[in-house]
């Protein structure tokens, strides 16, 4: 199970913190990532942590965003939003799949999905 909290609605230039508790991997190699979706687009990926700490960023974001994991029991996998603009408003989802290393970040490679959080950004 996966579950997603902390978005909200902020100004622009302001920071958010989500987080994502991943239950049900405990022991097993597992990547995460965070997707995002606004009204109208795709789902596209934002950003991913494999099961060695490394990280990967959608070009949009990097610079801005930083995603960490903590494998205690439960996984939680934390996305720290900085520098926020009026486009990043969107659904924001945790991603996993057992799987050691990251894919891409593409919908049809993620298995478990979350219910999502929103963040808005207002101008």
């Known amino acids: 199970r996966l579950e997603e909290s902390g978005g909200g609605s902020v100004q622009a230039g302001g920071s958010l913190r989500l987080t994502c508790e991943v239950s049900?991997?405990?022991?097993?190699?597992?990547?995460m990532a965070w997707f995002r979706q606004s009204p109208g687009k795709e789902r596209e990926g934002v950003a991913t942590a494999d099961s060695y700490g490394r990280t990967n960023y959608a070009d949009s974001v990097k610079g801005r965003f930083t995603v960490s994991r903590d494998d205690s029991n439960p996984y939680t996998l934390v996305l720290q939003l900085d520098s926020l603009k009026p486009e990043d408003t969107a659904m924001y989802y945790c991603?996993?799949?057992?799987?050691?290393?990251?894919?891409?970040?593409?919908?049809?490679?993620?298995?478990?999905w979350g219910q999502g959080t929103q963040v808005t950004v207002s101008s």
């Open positions: 049900g991997y405990t022991g097993l190699s597992v990547c």
């Open positions: 991603a996993a799949v057992m799987r050691r290393l990251c894919p891409p970040p593409r919908v049809p490679d993620f298995t478990r």
